[in-house]
C-alpha cells in the first residue's frame, strides 16, 4: 500500500494532544487493512522520523437510528505510533 494511502488523517483530540507532549505518541486514523509494519514504515516516509513502536485498535461503530432503520457504519482502525527521543511531528 502507498503510504498515502495507509494513513487517513491524524486524530487531534484533547487526549492525544496531551500523549503528544508529554509521552511522544501521536495518533492516527488508519486503513483497517494496514498492519503494524505498513503503519510504520508510511509514517517514516510521510513525515521523516524514527518509528520505535506502534499499537493499534480497532473501533466498533455505534448503530444509529435513522427514519428508514437502524445503521451501523464500518469499524475505523485507530494506530497510536511512539517516535523516538527527541523526533516530533509538526501538525498544526
Known sequence: MHPSTVIKKPIVTERSTATMA?????????????????????????????????????RKSRERRLKYGYVQAPPTKKAVVRLAEGQSIELF
Open 22 to 58: 508529554e509521552d511522544n505518541r501521536f495518533t492516527f486514523l488508519v486503513d483497517r487493512r494496514a498492519d503494524k509494519t505498513a503503519i510504520k514504515h508510511a509514517v517514516e516516509s510521510l513525515y521523516g522520523v524514527k518509528v520505535l513502536g506502534v499499537t493499534t485498535q480497532v
